[in-house]
């Protein structure tokens, strides 16, 4: 993830900046960089690398300027050198960006037509043309700002600092955080409290959509409608900055929050967005054409997500999958084919029984290939290759960024394991890791959705049992769904395969049993219709998650509506996955449940 600083201070400004970024080096970066104004003249210094490779560059040229902004790069677009380390610089202003601007494509061309010339392959890059453009046709920084941030989709955080505004900084969020410093004449930026923490404890965290104007002595908060807000500043403790749940009550509800940034870096370590193909970090030890089958195997979450993969894998790949909880495949002495893949999923990497089962399958002279969050881990360490997910540290003993970004690997995975037994053709990869591009964007709408969640949380809470339905990838969805609540709320609930459900479940809807539907717009739409039907004839009570106004066409008066955007159904699992979680974090909530660390559970299971 990357980190972004800024300081409106009193003196140099430069050193402050990099010890800043110092602190925000847990989130992983591969380059860095400073720019000031000195008499309110721009410059910057990059370096590719750790931090100490750009302070050697400031001990031989340094920046003397009291306004800068600063920047630890995690490089999503283009390879992470000087040239795309940020900030990114016009003679107008230079930018901090942390996150993907998912119409960068269509932007570039807009400008390269308006004759604008690139230095670099980022997509951070048009910003600073976007805004120098505007300014040039007589805006001033802010008025530039505020026309170019409505043109801007995906999800993002910026930082601004323009030549000749030695009191100015300009910071926007639309997704990854975003918080402002109060100092004593003296002004802050900083992607979390962390960073802020020797500078200030006074903190105000910008709202989903904010941005924010900032002097020495002011901050004016704007809205995404351009509307000037209060924001509430919060007094930071100390203990606070070691372990920073941002302006969230628990882990889990930051971690829900951080999936359009975490995804979005898990998907830019697999995905090459200019040339739309997909380009793993590794080279693989095997060959996809030489399986004729795949292994998987993990526990509780990170098994739905394996579970998930296995209809990608079939359908991209045609590789058929075998897939088992962990504690059941390390003693069924399965058969495994000679020199066959197994595909191990683990967010802490430790997991007792997934890890016995890596080793049998190496015992076994199977290829392992490791799907974990935590890379320093055992399973890392035994596998053969590891592609990682980045989701960063997961605190919350509910799964839910490590989920979906080993979502984003495995989506990954499979168009790469289509592609090379030639099952996708290139149009067909293009199409799907573009589809794969938007989900940070999507998932970031769907986060909006949390009024609602909270609304029908509330009623959800009364409930003693409840069933969770879905077809397709979105069944194995269903199953953590069921899960997620489980876990926190302890609310009694099961997954099912809708078109199970007349099979047996079907015996116990009556109007005490709310359904959660899961049903995007996709080519198995209408046969979860005629359950949803199924389940209304019986007084079941329908909570519906799929796209705005489909419940009616399918002909039903659910209890509530869960209205998602347009999607391809392909990522569909990944972005239907915030409603899921939300609905099981509100839902504890509202019960008074300790979400963080429910009763018996544990984060990391290293025990049978
Ligand atoms: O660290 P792992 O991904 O191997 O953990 C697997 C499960 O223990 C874990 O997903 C568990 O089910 C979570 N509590 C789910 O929220």
């Given at each position: 993830m990357c980190g972004i600083v800024g300081i409106l201070g009193k003196q140099a400004v430069a050193t402050d900046i990099v010890d800043a970024l110092r602190r925000l080096e847990y989130r992983g970066y591969d380059s860095a960089g400073v720019a000031t104004l000195e008499d309110g003249k721009l410059s910057r210094r990059r370096a590719e690398g750790k931090l100490k490779n750009l302070?050697?560059?400031?001990?031989?040229?340094?920046?003397?300027?009291?306004?800068?902004?600063g920047h630890t790069r995690w490089a999503t677009h283009g390879r992470p050198n000087e040239e795309n380390a940020h900030p990114h610089a016009t003679d107008k202003l230079a930018v901090v960006h942390n996150g993907i601007i998912e119409n960068f494509r269509e932007l570039r061309e807009e400008l390269i037509e308006k004759g604008r010339r690139f230095e670099s392959q980022t997509d951070t890059e048009i910003v600073a043309h976007l805004v120098t453009v505007e300014m040039?046709?007589?805006?001033?920084?802010?008025?530039?700002v505020g026309a170019v941030l409505p043109r801007l989709r995906g999800a993002f955080a910026l930082a601004f600092l323009f030549t000749g505004e030695t009191d100015l900084l300009i910071g926007a969020r639309r997704g990854p955080p975003l918080a402002v410093g109060h100092g004593d004449g003296e002004m802050y930026l900083g992607s979390d409290a962390l960073a802020l923490g020797p500078f200030t404890s006074r903190v105000?965290?910008?709202?989903?959509?904010d941005w924010a104007i900032l002097t020495r002595h002011s901050v004016e908060f704007r809205d995404e409608k351009n509307r000037v807000v209060h924001r509430p500043t919060q007094i930071v403790t100390p203990s606070a900055f070691l372990v920073d749940k941002g302006n969230h009550r628990h882990f889990m509800a930051k971690e829900i929050h951080e999936q359009p940034e975490v995804v979005g870096h898990t998907l830019s370590t697999y995905l090459d967005p200019?040339?739309?193909?997909?380009?793993?970090?590794?080279?693989?030890?095997?060959?996809?054409?030489?399986?004729?089958?795949?292994?998987?195997?993990?526990?509780?979450?990170?098994?739905?997500?394996?579970l998930i993969a296995k209809y990608w894998f079939e359908q991209f790949a045609r590789l058929p999958v075998d897939i088992d909880v962990a504690s059941e495949f390390r003693y069924r002495e399965a058969p495994l084919p000679a020199k066959g893949l197994m595909i191990v999923v683990s967010q802490s990497g430790e997991t007792a029984d997934t890890l016995a089962s890596l080793r049998y399958a190496r015992q076994n002279g199977?290829?392992?290939?490791?799907?974990?969050?935590?890379?320093?881990s055992t399973i890392a360490r035994e596998s053969h290759v590891v592609t990682p997910t980045i989701a960063g540290p997961e605190m919350g003993v509910a799964s839910t960024k490590a989920f979906t970004c080993q979502l984003a690997t495995l989506a990954a995975l499979a168009i790469y394991a289509g592609r090379a037994r030639g099952h996708l053709s290139e149009t067909e990869e293009r199409r799907l890791v573009d589809a794969l591009m938007t989900v940070p964007g999507l998932m970031n709408e769907a986060l909006k959705r949390e009024h609602a969640i909270e609304t029908l949380s509330r009623e959800l809470s009364k409930a003693r049992d409840v069933l969770y339905l879905g077809r397709g990838t979105n069944f194995p969805l269903a199953l953590e769904g069921a899960l997620k609540l489980k876990e926190i709320s302890y609310i009694h609930a099961e997954g099912y395969a809708a078109g199970e459900l007349k099979h047996g479940p079907i015996a116990l809807i009556d109007e005490d049993m709310p359904v959660i539907v899961i049903a995007p717009r996709d080519g198995i739409f209408e046969k979860t219709a005629s359950n949803m039907q199924e389940v209304a004839a019986r007084a079941g009570r329908i909570i519906f998650i799929g796209e705005g106004g489909m419940a009616g066409e399918a002909g039903v008066h659910p209890m509530a509506e869960i209205a998602m955007p347009a999607m391809d159904p392909f990522v569909a699992p990944i972005v239907y996955a915030v409603p899921i979680q939300l609905i099981a974090y509100h839902t504890a909530l509202f019960m008074g449940k300790d979400v963080d660390q429910p009763r018996n559970l544990a984060k990391s299971v290293t025990v049978e």
């Open positions: 302070e050697t560059v400031l001990s031989q040229r340094p920046l003397n300027g009291a306004i800068g902004i040039e046709a007589g805006k001033s920084p802010v008025e530039a105000t965290y910008l709202d989903e959509g200019i040339s739309g193909r997909v380009a793993l970090p590794s080279t693989l030890p095997f060959d996809f054409r030489d399986l004729d089958r795949i292994t998987i195997t993990a526990c509780g979450t990170a098994y739905y997500a394996g199977q290829h392992i290939l490791s799907v974990v969050n935590v890379q320093t």
